[in-house]
């Protein structure tokens, strides 16, 4: 690394393509931006320091991201059953650490016309807009932010971002941290572990019951949007909290490689429920780890949205540990032209009576590309465990393609498992039916593809569902001539 | 009042022709019956004037109120007043009777106009009523899992709504029993006005007991072969299409 100083380092966040390959111009747009610090492009044992050391963290952190990033290196890519996609990513292109103290000189002016109609038609608020189109660094939510955070902080809740964690609670942070997925998972969580920053740090005491969702007010910041966020979470004993993340608005990401660690930790009776709902440009690769433990008679509930990126490949997890624990994933993967989503879900079941759900629906549009890939693990030696899964794939027109690839595996005779897959068309037929009532076109997909989803959409917070439909209409309307 | 024009139209599916050298006049207010053997292509025209992409004019025109319609969309001349009742109407998965015909209104109006929800509901409730459609009816999804009679309300409720000048229905009666017939007829005789033009296709003359044409035309081979009122029906009913085959190919 050239620059170790943290002010020296002033180069435009988008000087180079970072994926060889991908254009950088689509669904993305430029600007100079001066960061306050910078890691500079490519990954070392310094960069790892340089992070680090700008986040003034503890000796352990700074052991444990080097570890890491031995781990990555030393991990080879997971080829035999993943896309060839992921062989375009150039490593040493990629800049793993911006912050931005500085406001960005540029106006709202300068926004492109059509990104600026976009947030309308999304129904954006106007200062999310700005924040969004990079016009202002900071999203001024800090307020609101703060507001939550002290009213649940009353209930004993710790809400905070991660850096601010290992900082303030390392006590409780380590004790859980890299623990439901290790550093070794694979070879995205090695590089999230070893560069990590942003990210929500939460810890629900006993018996609390969050009765807001957390984030909504904590949904924009810097460092959020940050590309290796590391989340955490953990209810204490019949403890219940409600998280959402993301936000239906298309990322203008400056970094084309999004690779998150999310960690869930559910003891005795707790509840957590994780709603993600994004839309990624067109030019990311997005390669996320989501797992929750699920302790006795614990619930996690995954709902996931997938919306954008050039390719998505997601499978949220539970083990559940304990008896009668319960596990859901709940997703919905939108592909359009160019895209890729390969998401799914996993149940590792590694107790008696444990209970699982997963309910996959995507929809491919033109030449975009849905696969489902879950596991489903119940071993021998357990009883009356039950899992539950349905794949649902819509085809709006002869170019799409859709895959199915369930691993399951149930031993003993002790449990039962379900499991229903569909492939339905949008048909020509359906759409005239439509047309002739009035509707175009693109109204008569958009509403097909919602009704697809609506048993789905309506478990979503009612913000949110109202966002993806909005963005679904977006969406087909882009797909009609 | 509003007219309906079907000018010597030519149809055809792929390299087959259909329909050949149709004609007919509807004006608002009026019923017109259109009967004829299977295969003679009144679904076809059905379809052809509603827009079906899989359908070629390769002659002749289609005016409402003087204006062709040929080169506008499905939906284009389903805002301009045309509606077709389906005699297999598709199922829409997930989308409710009332949000679908929610969106159907909602496209109806201009640019930035907003649909108000509560009239929407009011006018929706008096069409269920007069048609004896119970509440539960419209939060089932779209002909989802529907039956035939359920199926051919669905479309007369949508009809109902829509209010067009003109309504082509596409064997309406077919796959009804007698119960879920008159029902139908008696929506469809609700609705008769001043203001509405129909044109019923239809195989069999039962239909016609329930709702009683102004005009019967008989369509064989692509056109309009006889015009005549009610009674041309009970003819070709007592005779049936053979008679009328016969006859014909003696002219």
């Not at chain 1, 807001?212 to 460092?223: G, K, M, V």
């Not at chain 1, 879950?374 to 009883?383: A, D, F, Q, T, W």
Request: proline content about 3%; hydrophobic content about 40%; glycine content about 8%.
């Amino acid at each position: 690394m050239s620059n170790l100083s943290a002010t020296a380092t002033l180069e435009t966040a988008t000087a180079e393509n970072p994926v060889v390959g991908i254009d950088q111009s689509r669904g993305d747009f430029k600007y100079d931006v001066a960061y306050e610090f910078d890691a500079g492009t490519g990954l070392s044992e310094k960069t790892v320091r340089y992070i680090s050391s700008v986040k003034k963290e503890a000796p352990w952190i700074l052991d444990f991201r080097l570890k890491a990033l031995k781990t990555f290196l030393d991990k080879p890519m997971p080829t035999h059953w993943a896309t060839k996609d992921l062989e375009n990513i150039n490593f040493d292109k990629i800049r793993y650490y911006l912050s931005s103290g500085q406001k960005p000189k540029r106006t709202w002016d300068e926004v492109p016309a059509d990104i600026k109609k976009t947030f309308e038609r999304l129904g954006i608020p106007e200062q999310e807009r700005k924040f969004l189109a990079g016009v202002e660094a900071q999203f001024d939510s800090e307020a609101a932010y703060s507001n939550i955070k002290e009213i649940v902080a009353k209930q004993g809740v710790i809400f905070a971002n991660s850096t601010e964690a290992l900082r303030e609670h390392p006590e409780i942070f380590r004790k859980f941290f890299g623990k439901v997925i290790p550093t070794g998972d694979n070879k995205f969580s090695a590089l999230n572990s070893a560069v990590f920053s942003g990210g929500s740090f939460i810890y629900v005491p006993k018996g609390v019951k969050v009765a807001q969702p957390l984030q909504a007010y904590f949904r924009i910041n810097a460092e959020n949007f940050g590309q290796f966020e590391r989340t955490l979470i953990i209810a204490d004993e019949g403890a219940e909290v409600v998280y959402m993340e993301g936000c239906t608005a298309p990322k203008f990401s400056t970094s084309t490689l999004h690779s998150a660690v999310v960690e869930l930790v559910a003891l005795k009776g707790a509840k957590i429920q994780y709603i993600t709902v994004q839309n990624w440009a067109n030019n990311v690769l997005n390669l996320v780890t989501k797992r929750g433990v699920a302790h006795e008679e614990a619930e996690i509930k995954w709902i996931d949205c997938n919306i954008g990126s050039r390719l998505t490949m997601k499978y949220p997890g539970v083990v559940l540990k304990g008896r009668k624990a319960r596990g859901e994933v709940i997703s919905i993967a939108l592909a359009n032209d160019g895209q890729h989503q390969d998401t799914g879900a996993k149940m590792i079941h590694a107790a008696d009576e444990t209970t699982s759900n997963i309910v996959a629906k995507s929809i491919s549009v033109g030449q975009g590309r849905s696969t489902y890939r879950g596991v489903v693990h119940i071993p021998r030696h357990l009883k009356g465990c039950r899992n539950n899964t349905e794949c649902d794939a819509l085809l709006i027109n002869t170019n799409s393609r859709t895959d199915t690839y369930p691993a399951i595996t149930v031993r003993g005779d002790a449990n039962s498992v379900q499991h229903e897959a569909s492939v339905s068309k949008v048909s020509e037929e359906m759409i005239f039916y439509m047309q002739s009532r009035g509707l175009t076109e693109a109204q008569a997909m958009s509403l097909a593809v919602n009704g697809f989803i609506n048993d789905l959409a309506s478990q979503f917070p009612m913000e949110y569902s109202v966002e993806l439909k909005r963005l679904i209409d977006l969406e087909m309307e882009g797909s009609v001539g | 009042m509003n007219q309906l024009i079907i000018k010597d139209l030519n149809v055809s599916i792929g390299e087959k022709a259909i329909v050949k050298g149709f004609n007919l006049t509807l004006n608002s207010g009026e019923v017109h019956a259109i009967m004829g053997p299977n295969g003679t292509g009144k679904s076809t025209l059905a379809k052809a004037v509603a827009g079906h992409p899989d359908y070629t004019i390769t002659g002749g025109d289609v005016l409402l109120d003087g204006r062709s319609i040929l080169a506008m969309q499905p939906d284009e001349r389903a805002r301009a007043g045309l509606f077709l009742a389906f005699q297999y109407p598709s199922e829409i998965p997930g989308v409710t009777i009332a949000n679908f015909l929610r969106a159907a209104v909602q496209a109806r109006l201009t640019e930035g106009e907003e649909l108000n929800a509560t009239a929407y509901y009011k006018r929706l409730y008096t069409k269920m009523d007069l048609l004896k459609i119970d509440r539960k009816f419209t939060s089932r999804a779209v002909n989802d899992g529907f039956s035939g009679g359920e199926k051919k309300r669905c479309e007369i409720l949508q009809m109902a709504m829509l209010e067009p000048k003109f309504a082509l229905m596409d064997e309406t009666d077919s796959g009804l029993d007698i119960d879920a017939l008159r029902i139908v007829a008696e929506g469809v005789n609700a609705m008769r006005n001043s203001a509405l033009g129909i044109l019923m296709i239809t195989h069999y003359q039962r239909l016609l007991d329930y709702i009683v044409p102004d005009f019967v035309h008989v369509m064989y081979d692509g056109h309009i072969v006889r015009s005549g009122d009610k009674s041309l029906a009970l003819e070709l009913e007592a005779k049936g299409y053979d008679w009328l085959k016969k006859e014909l190919a003696h002219a």
